[in-house]
Nanobody, 115 residues
Framework: QVQLVESGGGLVQPGGSLRLSCAAS????????MAWYRQAPGKQRDLVAS????????NYAASVRGRFTITRDNAKNTVYLQMNTLKPEDTAVYYC????????WGQGTQVTVSS
């Protein structure tokens, strides 16, 4: 059974940092390009970052480039998102999924950036 479980969100002040984790099961993780997405209230879900199976190629949305870093640990079937210099506009529910051929979404993890 395919399962994506996100964690690591929370409330943080502007300029702060968070590290999100996503544990995947039921897929061949080591050969799958993974991605992080986010959905702010009243907005569509957007792609934030993606990482190829070997971790060599990483792409970012312009709004997060230079502040967020996506990594993965294929031995743990886990993808991470290190978020630095957070801004209020980063407030959203964050999800992981495949970059192509989306799976059923997990519950996501809420990130709130506010003073």
């Amino acid at each position: 059974q395919v399962q994506l479980v996100e964690s690591g969100g929370g409330l943080v002040q502007p300029g702060g940092s968070l590290r999100l984790s996503c544990a995947a099961s039921g897929i061949i993780f080591s050969t799958t390009t993974m991605a992080w997405y986010r959905q702010a209230p009243g907005k569509q879900r957007d792609l934030v970052a993606s990482i190829t199976p070997g971790g060599i190629t990483r792409n970012y949305a312009a709004s997060v480039r230079g502040r967020f870093t996506i990594t993965r640990d294929n031995a743990k079937n886990t993808v991470y998102l290190q978020m630095n210099t957070l801004k209020p506009e980063d407030t959203a529910v964050y999800y992981c999924n495949r970059w192509s051929g989306l799976l059923n979404w997990g519950q996501g993890t809420q990130v709130t950036v506010s003073s």
